[in-house]
């Protein structure tokens, strides 16, 4: 059987930005559909009271990543996702919500210094892997936290439509 191939790819004018520019993250079980058309997330249903908790992510610092392994051998592929940010500056309220990160399944959206938002954790959530919480050593060293997340999905991470990331938090 052949998979055919839909299009080539020209090469761009290299007006991409690297980097994360905030995190969206809601509790795995607390969507409860999600419509992808074409590989972009189209619309998605919260659980009701439900929302995306966003987070801001200082410039330059934040994450995530795609890594599809294909195993033709054994005729399957899966894609290990992560996404990786600090949080600066310690905190009794951050450590608090730390304990409850550790305890859940996540799905997380990403915006990118493109403008262009990601979902992360689809099919079967990401988890906190790591926290790294730190004082540093010298005045502009990081106090604060790092955080790594992972979680292994069928397909890379899929796009959503601006007009859904316009609500992610918007209660359900």
Known sequence: MACA??????????NFFGGVNNVFIIEYPNLSA?????????ALTKVTGKFFRKYEIETHTGEADDNL?????????????SVKFP??????????EIELLAQNRLIM???DNNGIFYMYGKDFGLRLQSVKAGTGKALGDRSGYDFVFEGEEKFLAFSVQAGVAAVLQTPG
């Open 5 to 14: 191939l839909t299009q080539g790819y020209v090469q761009d004018c290299s």
């Open 87 to 96: 949080i600066n500056g310690m905190s009794a309220s951050v450590r608090a």
């Open 34 to 42: 999600i419509t992808i058309v074409a590989g972009v997330v189209t």
């Open 69 to 81: 392994t294909v195993k033709p051998e054994m005729g399957t592929r899966s894609t290990k996702q």
């Open 109 to 111: 959206v990403i915006e």
